[in-house]
């Protein structure tokens, strides 16, 4: 069974600045994906941003990015020129791409408050 | 495009009393996931329907709770009798297939007392 750590509870960083959200992972498979959620006060979850295992070039999109470190499992997120829109509640989640039954489950991690202030 | 919808938002009932979650999925995605956070801990996987059939029920704590996904459309999550221990927030995400995204509803927010 896959699990996936987030060791920050809780981060905060000053408007303007960048922040990086730690995560880590538990695998015994070789292609997977990976995931950041972002869950804003309003409680609607929504996709930042996507990894594919076997692509060795880390994701980014716009002023998020991540460190994709497979043979280390771990996967941060990068929050470049951060807003008061980003603060919300970060999860990193494991999807295991293969067939059968657990297609598309995702296994999250405890998540991380992240505060933005101004 | 609608999103994914969840009723009621919240819901405080009494331990022992029946509730139903409804979850509207995007339409045209026939895969269909029910999580649940407890307060404190991480979202759990509780069950994934492809269309109406339950593809994989693994996460589902007990027979207390029953889901349903009548005609491959919307999906109910029933709790009966609830207890204490079945607080927390019920999320529900749909997923076309072929594709890796997964999109939630706001989630219901379930105190049991």
């Known amino acids: 069974a896959q699990t996936v750590t987030q060791s920050q509870p809780e981060m905060s960083v000053q408007e303007a600045e960048t922040v990086t959200l730690s995560c880590t992972y538990d695998t015994s498979e070789s292609n997977y994906y990976l995931f950041w959620y972002k869950q804003p006060p309003s409680r609607q979850m929504i996709l930042v941003i996507r990894?594919?295992?076997?692509?060795?070039q880390n994701a980014t999109e716009n002023r998020f990015s991540v460190n994709f470190q497979k043979a280390a499992k771990s996967f941060s997120l990068k929050i470049s020129d951060s807003q008061l829109g980003d603060t919300a509640m970060y999860f990193c989640a494991f999807m295991s791409p293969g067939g059968g039954t657990s297609y598309g489950k995702l296994t999250f991690g405890q998540g991380t408050i992240l505060t933005v202030h101004p | 495009e609608a999103g994914v919808t969840q009723f009621p938002s919240h819901s405080v009932i009494e331990k022992g009393q029946t509730v139903t979650l409804r979850c509207d999925p995007i339409?045209?995605?026939?895969?269909l996931y029910w999580y649940r956070r407890v307060m404190g801990k991480e979202i759990k996987f509780l069950l994934h329907f492809v269309k109406e059939s339950k593809q994989d029920e693994s996460g589902m704590p007990n027979n207390r709770f029953l889901a349903e996904r009548t005609g491959g459309t919307y999906s109910t999550l029933k709790v009966q009798p609830a207890e204490l221990e079945d607080s927390g927030v019920y999320f529900c995400?749909?997923?076309?297939?072929?594709?890796?995204?997964?999109?939630f509803g706001q989630g219901t927010r379930l105190t049991v007392v």
């Open positions: 990894q594919e295992a076997y692509k060795q």
């Open positions: 995400a749909s997923r076309d297939t072929g594709n890796t995204e997964a999109f």
């Open positions: 339409s045209g995605h026939d895969n």
